[in-house]
């Protein structure tokens, strides 16, 4: 290996940029990058793969290792690339679409076959380019309907696996997008952070919440583990959200409490929402049942001024309770 990529050039007018030779070449450069203990080894790698996120021209570069490699470590360099590309550099608007449409579709029809750890890293590409892009172009904002599309897919599909894998997909995009909200990113202001998430909690986080909840209702019966420890992990996304940050009627409220939106009071004040995390802890093992314990842990702390009466919050303290007996009784 000689640490290049044989005189590639950043140029977008090639529709096959990488030639027969190179693409082998890069994918065992990205896996000295990610896998070598040599330090001066992982530096020089790295120092070969850098102009790959130094302009945007690489974009098409590295969207064509995603068409053509197999190598998950490449696969990852790619998206990787791309989530610096977006993040530090401008990209024209048609090209911020059609490289989301672009992911989507990377995502159906080969995302049951990628490893877990590509997965994550192209979703997390897939929803900065969403935040990024927020109040430029409506496709952006589709985010949350995308997430739950592939939860809708996997009825269609005959391969159970696949069927299972493409589910998982669609929770795990969920999960991304209200952590990306959620996470404010380096080198922009915390009022274009604010604005972009109070615009997401308004439009699609409760929905999002309620696809968490109806998706542990649906797995209880299908038993898929993974699905199941993700579908938990978004609903704990979901009540971790920054709502101090982002509300406007939470100044009042203790800063140790959960500030959930008035919007949220029906799905709180109902005894089956607390319930389907109960049960949950009761007949899983860690670490699902810990997630369980945090998303209780969560509930618990509601501001007091969420509920309708206090007929409603005592009702909403004595479920509680009695569940929280239920479990120290039996020793669970």
């Known amino acids: 290996m000689n640490g ?19 693409l082998p070449q890069l994918e ?3 896996v000295t990058l990610y896998t070598s203990p040599s330090q001066a080894e992982r530096s020089h790698a790295d120092q070969a793969l850098k102009p790959f996120s130094s302009s945007p021209e690489y974009m098409v570069h590295c969207r064509t290792i995603l068409d053509n490699s197999s190598s998950p470590y490449a696969q990852v360099f790619a998206a990787s690339s791309m989530l610096k590309l977006v993040t530090e550099h401008g990209i024209p608007l048609s090209s911020r679409v059609d490289a989301r449409a672009y992911f989507l579709r990377y995502l159906a029809e080969r995302g049951p076959g990628l490893e877990h ?22 496709s952006m904002r589709l985010v949350a309907d995308e997430g739950k599309a592939f939860l809708e897919m996997h009825t269609k599909e005959e391969d159970t696996a696949r069927a299972s894998a493409l589910y998982f997909i669609g929770l795990k995009m969920l999960t991304t997008a209200v952590s990306e ?18 615009s997401f909690r308004e439009r699609s986080l409760f929905g999002i919440f309620e696809t968490s909840l109806r998706s542990l209702q649906y797995l209880k019966m299908h038993q898929h583990q993974q699905a199941m420890e993700q579908a938990m992990s978004l609903a704990l996304a979901c009540l971790s959200f920054d709502f101090v940050g982002t509300c406007i009627d939470d100044s009042t409220e203790d800063v140790g409490t959960i500030q959930i939106p008035s919007s949220w009071r029906s799905r709180v004040e109902d005894p089956e929402t607390l319930e389907i995390f109960f049960e949950y802890y009761r007949n899983s093992q860690t670490p699902l049942s810990n997630t369980c314990l945090e998303c209780l842990v969560k509930m618990a702390s509601v501001r007091r001024s969420l ?7 005592i009702s909403f303290l004595g479920r509680l309770i009695r ?9 669970q």
């Open 117 to 138: 750890y590509v997965i994550t890293a192209v979703l997390q590409l897939l929803c900065r380019m969403s935040k990024l892009g927020w109040f430029d172009d409506e």
């Open 4 to 22: 290049s990529l044989g005189g590639l050039s950043p140029s977008t007018s090639s529709p096959h940029p990488f030639s027969a030779a190179q």
């Open 307 to 313: 509920f309708s009466s206090e007929v409603e919050r």
């Open 181 to 198: 909200m959620n996470t404010p990113i380096p080198g922009r202001t915390l009022t274009q952070h604010r604005k972009t998430a109070v």
């Open 323 to 331: 569940g929280t007996k239920d479990v120290l009784s039996s020793q």
């Open 28 to 30: 065992q450069l990205a």
